[in-house]
C-alpha cells in the first residue's frame, strides 16, 4: 500500500482488507527455449508486444478512473520490459560486441533506446502512482511508450535476429 497510494484507496472502498503478496525474482536465469537464440529473442518480443495490446484496450475501455487490474498490468509490463532490457544489457550485447564488432553503431543505438525506454518506463509508473490517474495522462504514456517498444523491437529483430539465427 506504501508503493502504491491507489491501493489504500481500493481497499477502502472495497471494504475490507485486502491481501497483499510480495514476489521476488529467483536468482537462477530461465533456461531458453529450444531452437536458434533469434527465435527465442523473437518469442520474447511477441509477449511484450501481445501486454502493450492488451494494456492499450484496457486503457481505452477504461471509465474515468483507473482500476487496479490496469494498474497491475501496466507496472508488470514495465517490470517485464525493464528484466528483459537488464538481460539484454548484461548478456546478449556485450557478448555481440565481443564476437561481431562490426554491430557496433547497431548496438549503441540500441543502448541508448533502453534509456529511453526506462525515462518512459518511469514517466509510466509517475502517472500510475498517483491515488485518482488522469485517463489521458496513461492514455498518452502508454502511447508514446508502445510507438517506442514497436520501433525497437523491429529494429532490434531486423539487426540482431538474422545473426543469432546464423549461430
Do not use: K
Not at 536465469?29 to 508486444?49: K, N, S
Not at 548496438?107 to 518511469?122: F, S
Amino acid at each position: 500500500m506504501q508503493a502504491d497510494p491507489g491501493w489504500a484507496e481500493y481497499e477502502r472502498q472495497a471494504g475490507r482488507r485486502l491481501p497483499v503478496v510480495a514476489l521476488s525474482p529467483l536468482p537462477a536465469a530461465p533456461t531458453p527455449p529450444p531452437g536458434p537464440p533469434g527465435a527465442a529473442l523473437t518469442a520474447v518480443h511477441d509477449a511484450l508486444r501481445r501486454e502493450l495490446a492488451l494494456i492499450r484496450q484496457e486503457v481505452a475501455a477504461a471509465g474515468p478512473t483507473v482500476g487496479a487490474q490496469l494498474r497491475v498490468n501496466c507496472l508488470s509490463l514495465c517490470e517485464g520490459l525493464r528484466g528483459h532490457h537488464e538481460r539484454e544489457d548484461a548478456g546478449m550485447f556485450p557478448w555481440l560486441a565481443a564476437h561481431r564488432p562490426d554491430l557496433a553503431e547497431v548496438l549503441a543505438r540500441l543502448d541508448a533506446e533502453h534509456q529511453a525506454m526506462a525515462a518512459l518506463l518511469d514517466e509510466l509508473r509517475t502517472v500510475l502512482a498517483t491515488p485518482t490517474v488522469d485517463r489521458e495522462a496513461l492514455r498518452t504514456e502508454v502511447q508514446r511508450l508502445t510507438d517506442q517498444v514497436q520501433a525497437h523491437l523491429a529494429y532490434e529483430e531486423e539487426h540482431l535476429v538474422p545473426i543469432l539465427n546464423a549461430g
